[in-house]
């Protein structure tokens, strides 16, 4: 006899952000919504093309937590990460750019990938 899981609730999995850690942080410190954080990453389409990296640029990427500065997926992603974890953050559509995408970059619809290293926060 096999237990099926509520629909509901594979339903709500795939609306959530997912934080696959590559490389632990001190797991002490984690950012709160109103601080600043600073961090490496690269974003990736579901076909595992790039759309974007701050390490191409050789220059982190700060923003403050909670305050609409990026898709609110980042905002989940990041606030689960301690200083200096890096993970994978897959964000469902609905917390990225959803079904406008991102015209000419992101297309509607699309989930996003992140390698993501929270390099610090103030």
């Known amino acids: 006899c096999q237990s099926n899981p509520h629909p509901l609730a594979a339903?709500?999995?795939?609306h959530?952000?997912?934080v696959e850690i590559f490389a632990?942080?001190?797991?002490?410190?984690?950012?709160?919504?109103?601080?600043?954080?600073?961090v490496h990453y690269t974003?990736?389409?579901?076909d595992g093309s790039m759309f974007d990296s701050s390490r191409d640029r050789g220059k982190p990427f700060k923003f403050k937590?909670?305050?609409?500065?990026?898709?609110?997926?980042?905002?989940?992603g990041v606030s689960q990460l301690?200083?200096?974890?890096?993970?994978?953050?897959?964000?469902?559509?609905?917390l990225a750019y959803g079904e406008r995408g991102f015209p000419?970059?992101?297309p509607?619809?699309?989930e996003l990938v992140f390698d993501l290293e929270l390099i610090t926060y103030t």
Not at 11 to 14: I, R, V
């Open 82 to 94: 301690s200083i200096g974890e890096r993970a994978k953050i897959i964000i469902p559509a609905k």
């Open 43 to 46: 974003g990736y389409l579901p």
């Open 24 to 38: 632990a942080g001190d797991g002490i410190n984690y950012p709160h919504k109103g601080q600043t954080v600073t």
């Open 108 to 110: 509607p619809n699309s």
């Open 104 to 106: 000419g970059l992101i």
């Open 16 to 18: 959530d952000v997912r």
């Open 11 to 14: 339903m709500s999995a795939a």
């Open 65 to 76: 937590v909670g305050a609409e500065q990026v898709i609110s997926g980042l905002d989940k």
